[in-house]
């Protein structure tokens, strides 16, 4: 069967089991919040898909484990759940029949997009009776930064913009940006990312760092600055020598060292990013957010629960520039970070995320990082999405 209304998918991946029994200390049960969020956390706006992308015709999209249904009337995007309640058929199936609605694609039942009432039964006939008794959820929408953000929680949501930094919202900006879905718990998507040990060795045969020296070892704390945990590099190490083994470095004759080891003490800096006046390159929060601050750009990417193993991942690379300089930048983009950064460099990371299998887990000294940004949830308190791992579906 072909469906040409469901979104591709990340190839199927059987779920990770371990077959050993994790000892204390070696599985996340000293994390409970984080522990439980298989499928996320409730009462965040999540960035789901590009605005440019929807159309009148409905689309599918999964988040949180919620399936949702999502069309364009006019300016407005509106997102609900993609269920008929006749027969369960799925509204992404359906089709715009009057303005603002969508009719199911079964018997015709048309929900309001607005308010998901019931408006009309197309095969009852005007008085249909059961017409103004039913309703479909639907979910908040917004529209910014290019990208449609769905609110996954209880009761009224909080203004969208305490879920994006703010410098994206207060400043001029040119951007790129890849959304994919990849094989992986959002968990696992997260902790690589903010993780300090990997990038020196997984990403050292990177094109994107061809011609750039990474450390060979680190000392690092983290350090919370409003609602970012920040890795801070309290020492870099370009090489090490191994007892009986030999010496280790990224150095090649052909690579440029070294990277300042904090965005503001590059010799020039955007004035954006100085401001930002943060201590170190990565930054993470929630709901699942990371920022890598570079003296003249920064990646933002979020790991957007889809279901228990695959993770929406949304990559922008942001410049604080317009005019000339701006159009530079979307062509470097374009022509060479789409596909070196946002492409095989995050693939290594993609990579490793899908083939992962943790709990249970022994960690070493680098790994401050995970559990950082592990202690920094089970202190927020976020509310997880209910997982019923029998259906592998929200709980309801
Ligand atoms: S299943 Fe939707 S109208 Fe029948
Ligand atoms: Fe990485």
């Not at 410049?319 to 159009?327: N, T, V």
Request: proline share 9%.
């Amino acid at each position: 069967m072909t469906d040409q209304h469901a979104e591709r998918r990340a190839p199927a991946k059987p779920p990770a089991r371990s077959t050993t029994r994790p000892s204390p200390g070696e599985d996340w049960t000293q994390w409970p919040t984080y522990n439980a969020a298989t499928l996320g956390f409730r009462n965040y706006w999540y960035p789901v898909v590009w605005e440019r992308d929807i159309g009148d015709k409905p689309q599918a999209v999964t988040l949180l484990g919620e399936k949702i249904m999502v069309a364009r009337e006019g300016d407005k995007i509106y997102a609900l759940k993609d269920r008929c309640p006749h027969r369960g058929v799925p509204l992404s199936h359906g089709r715009r029949e009057f303005p603002g609605t969508v009719s199911c694609a079964y018997h015709g039942w048309t929900f309001d997009l607005e308010s998901g009432n019931l408006s009309a039964v197309l095969t009852d006939g005007p008085e249909s009776p059961i017409c103004g008794r039913l309703s479909v959820k639907t979910y908040p929408v917004e529209q910014r930064l290019g990208l449609v953000w769905i609110y996954v929680g209880d009761g009224e949501p909080h203004p969208i913009e305490q879920d994006i930094p703010a410098e994206l919202l207060d400043n001029d900006h040119v951007m790129g940006g890849k959304i994919d879905l990849r094989a992986g718990n959002w968990r696992f998507a997260a902790e690589n990312g903010f993780d300090e040990g990997h990038a020196k060795y997984l990403h050292n045969t990177a094109l994107w760092r061809l011609f750039k020296v990474m450390p060979a070892w680190n000392k690092t704390r983290v350090a919370e600055v409003g609602p970012w945990l920040i890795r801070v590099q309290d020492e870099v190490h370009w090489e090490a020598d191994y007892p009986g083994l030999g010496t280790w470095s990224n150095k090649r004759w052909w690579k440029r060292m070294p990277l300042p080891d904090a965005p503001g003490k590059g010799k020039s800096v955007n004035p954006v990013i100085a401001g930002l006046d943060i201590p170190g390159f990565v930054s993470i929060r929630l709901p699942g957010l990371l920022r890598v601050a570079y003296p003249h750009f920064i990646h933002y990417e979020w790991y957007v629960p889809v279901d228990a193993d695959t993770v929406r991942y949304v990559q922008m690379m942001v410049r604080f520039e317009s005019g000339a300089k701006g159009l530079l930048f979307k062509f470097k983009y374009l022509s060479a970070i789409r596909w070196l950064f946002h492409g095989q460099f995050t693939a290594q990371d993609a990579w490793m995320v899908d083939v992962m299998d943790a709990p249970p887990e022994k960690l070493y000294r680098p790994d401050l990082s995970i559990t950082g940004w592990r202690r920094l949830i089970e202190k927020a308190r976020p509310k997880p999405q209910p997982y019923d791992p029998a259906s592998g579906s929200p709980r309801a």
